[in-house]
């Protein structure tokens, strides 16, 4: 239910500006080191497919729309997954569904499968709930006016949410921040160990790069391990959980083939995998939209009366969800201009030929969404923040052809329905009782790593509403 009001100014958000040609092989060794998004240049966001040749790996970016569905829609096994992402991941993600392929990978997925059932719109979105109110009596605790890192705020929430619906346990303020220090740390050590081997020089990987990495990831791991530990001993010595959750399911869960469970190990991969996947791609979203609404107060003035008409005073409920029409848009403007997952790489299994060319085997295809999203042929206004464009016909094409937050194809990302149910809730109700305000000064700078994130987080002021006219109505 779009509250009917005047469009809002487009503006267009910073972002690192693409250098106007492309950089030497050493250049680029040492800006993509801190951000993929550093090497980027000028005609990355023009090309149709552009090719990079470097010591150790021949590298395909393609953005073309028919090239884009021919690699992530594969189903022949022509495109796995890369396997130097699967090595950048292995310490944090172990064996697990994101990071393998072929038979393994499809033998993960039917026994997971069934788990995702406590995923369902209706069974989480009490959960969803709860740790928005809680999220919003942690931001009713703080001063008035008072500025905050939301990047924070938003892993705590959204990882709370994934939490309860895997443990049906909330997340504790301590675990959150060291959950968000730990994977801030390790996401930051993943170029610096996958970068020598782009070029060929495995041995410049620094012995503390390593270190600091496999440290994070035991942080992280150790906390799941502590609560599937009690659970997987009971449940394989006949006392299972009564807790209907998604690791209650995990835990039932058989290979198909073999009637064997997950081992100890094995399901500690895969919630592992379910977790972060599960709260850092929203936290990425949720964090540049809460930027976005602060520098286009026009969009939020809308937004806060669309919630308020709705609601009035009354909880939000499932059904609502869906009415929540300016809500939803700028959430997926948010993911078109800061899509979580900036970079997906494939590497192909044979020679296959791409636009005249042929692609070798061995050699990594990058399908880039932050390009795709703001590719000047296929978007008008590309970089503009403009969340009415869902509403019109400007951007049909695109959204058909050029719009891929959560991927496509057999690996779609199978959160997509919960990530944008649970990122509605959570705006609507933050903009219900706060006003966003951007600090003077502060812009954050985006950095592409495993996720997009802000490299000096995204600081704002909260200012508490007073009830609005519907609701003292209501």
């Known amino acids: 239910m779009s509250t009917p009001m005047t469009p809002t100014t487009h503006f ?12 030497s092989a050493l250049l680029m060794f040492f800006s993509a080191r801190r951000s993929w998004l550093d090497a980027l240049y000028e005609r990355s966001y023009r090309m149709q497919m552009g090719e990079v040749h470097l010591p150790g790996l021949d590298l395909y970016m393609v953005n073309e729309p028919a090239l884009v569905r021919e690699v992530l829609q594969d189903t022949d096994g022509n495109f796995p997954k ?3 992402l699967g090595e950048a991941l292995q310490p944090l993600l172990g064996e697990s569904i994101f990071t393998t392929n072929g038979a393994q990978w ?3 997925r039917t026994m997971m499968d069934p788990a995702f059932a406590q995923a369902r719109l209706n069974v989480a979105f009490p959960v969803m709930r709860e740790a928005t109110d809680a999220m919003l009596a942690r931001l009713a605790a703080l001063p008035d006016g008072a500025e905050h890192d939301l990047e924070v705020e938003m892993t705590h929430v959204t990882a709370d949410i994934i939490f309860r619906t895997i443990f049906s346990e ?3 303020g301590p675990d959150a921040h060291r959950v968000f220090d730990a994977f801030s740390r390790y996401q930051t050590q993943v170029p610096r160990l996958m970068l020598p081997s782009l070029f060929g020089q495995r041995w410049l990987r620094w012995p503390w790069d390593a270190w600091r990495s496999r440290r994070a990831a035991r942080e992280i791991r150790g906390l799941l391990e502590t609560l599937i530990r009690p659970r997987y001993a009971a449940h394989r010595g006949g006392c299972p959980s009564t807790r209907q959750d998604i690791l209650a399911s995990f835990l039932d869960a058989r290979d198909p083939e073999s009637g064997i469970p997950f081992s100890f190990e094995a399901l500690v991969d895969q919630v592992a995998m379910l977790f972060l996947a599960g709260h850092e791609t929203s936290a990425s979203a949720l964090t540049w939209a809460t930027h976005l609404l602060a520098q286009a107060p026009d969009v939020q003035t809308r937004m ?5 008409t709705l609601l009035g005073t009354r909880a939000p409920e499932l059904g609502d969800m869906k009415e929540l029409t300016l809500t939803r848009n700028v959430f997926r403007e948010t993911l078109r201009l800061f899509p979580p997952v900036g970079f997906m790489a494939r590497q192909t299994a044979s020679a296959c030929p791409m636009r005249k060319k042929t692609v070798p085997a061995g050699a990594t295809v990058v399908v880039a969404p932050w390009l795709i999203h703001r590719h000047r042929d296929l978007w008008p206004e590309p970089d503009a923040f403009n ?4 509403d019109g016909d400007a951007s049909r094409d695109a959204l058909k052809q050029a719009y891929l937050p959560f991927g496509m194809g057999p690996r779609v990302c199978m959160g997509a329905a919960f990530a944008l149910q649970e990122a509605t809730l959570i705006l609507a109700q933050l903009v219900r009782h706060h006003r966003l305000e951007a600090v003077p000064g502060h812009v954050p700078q985006p950095v592409g790593r495993l996720t997009i994130r802000s490299a000096n987080g995204v600081r704002l002021r909260l200012f ?3 009830a609005s006219a519907a609701e003292a109505r209501a």
């Not at 806060?304 to 308020?308: G, L, Y």
């Not at 969340?387 to 869902?390: F, I, Q, S, V």
């Open 82 to 84: 890369s396997a130097l």
């Open 106 to 108: 499809q033998r993960q």
């Open 304 to 308: 806060q009366a669309e919630v308020s």
């Open 387 to 390: 969340p009415d464009r869902y």
């Open 12 to 23: 267009c958000p910073a972002y690192p500006r693409p250098r106007a040609s492309k950089a």
């Open 464 to 466: 508490r509403r007073t």
């Open 170 to 172: 909330p997340l504790t």
